[in-house]
């Protein structure tokens, strides 16, 4: 790896064949990719390895550890010479505190289905009811429920008006009509549910039921869309990224998985 000499970003030329990150191992920079390709590969349980996608000019790799403080979510490998910049955990740090409270919920609940589509734990939040609110502002808060734990949100083929972000209790997504088969998930304080059906205005395959009770913010798809809005262009970009990937694999058939794969 060959750093530029030159001032500003640190800029990196990367030989064919050189491992940028593993999965599983902490994250403390992104990458920036500028020029050349580099194949995104995914461990599985077994040890077998798949390959994801191939990345090139344009794409962003690595960031998804960033933004949710968790590892490494796949291995990231050049097959020709790379050329990249460098962001830092801090310069992504810096991009969050500059978006709504709501739009860091978005991007890590949208990454948290990514983790699990590939078989890998999601990152627990942890904190008071008060750390996980939409806005900065109590008086913008529009609907704040208290949910009992059997609370059914939505099932099967029902329209979801609706997202929720939980301050405190557990919600459980469940396949089909959540009589059969294990939890997807177990979703607990700081964690979205609903958005994705709520942003591409499809219906839930899945059953969310509170096995725990607590409180649920209620979010509608406007505070999304005005959230997403106040992004910054590189964080505006990658949400629509990851709604996409995740909407792509909703109704994809089984086989390899589209090259727009994402990795963190």
């Not at 500028?34 to 390895?49: M, N, Q, R, Y």
């Not at 010479?81 to 919920?105: I, Y």
């Not at 994705?196 to 219906?203: A, D, F, H, P, S």
């Amino acid at each position: 790896m060959t750093q530029s000499a030159s001032p500003g970003p640190k800029r990196y030329t990367i030989g064919p064949g050189i491992v940028m990150m593993r999965q599983g191992e902490r994250a403390d920079r992104a990458w920036l990719i500028e020029s050349g390709e580099l194949e995104v590969l995914l461990t599985l349980p077994d040890g077998g390895t798949r390959r994801l996608s191939v990345v090139g000019k344009g794409a962003v790799v690595g960031e998804m550890a960033l933004i949710d403080d968790g590892e490494r979510s796949a291995t990231v490998r050049s097959l020709t010479e790379v050329s990249c910049v460098e962001v830092t955990r801090e310069a992504f740090q810096g991009l969050l505190k500059r978006s709504p409270p709501l739009a860091s919920f978005l991007l890590q609940s949208l990454i948290a289905a990514i983790r699990r589509d590939y078989g890998l734990p999601a990152v627990e939040r942890y904190g008071n009811a008060v750390d996980f609110r939409s806005t900065n502002s109590f008086q913008k808060v529009v609907d704040r429920r208290m949910i009992r734990e059997g609370h059914v949100f939505f099932g099967p083929n029902e329209p979801v008006n609706a997202a929720y972000l939980i301050q405190s209790g557990r919600v459980a997504l469940r396949p089909g009509r959540g009589t059969l088969g294990d939890d997807i998930a177990t979703l607990g304080p700081g964690r979205l549910f609903g958005e994705i059906y709520l942003l591409t205005g499809r219906q839930p395959d899945v059953t969310a039921v509170a096995v725990a009770g607590g409180i649920c913010e209620v979010i509608d798809k406007r505070s999304f869309e005005d959230a997403v809005t106040a992004m910054p262009p590189i964080l505006k970009s990658l949400a629509r990224i990851y709604i996409a990937q995740l909407t792509k694999k909703a109704f994809a058939p089984a086989g390899p998985a589209p090259a727009a794969e994402k990795a963190g």
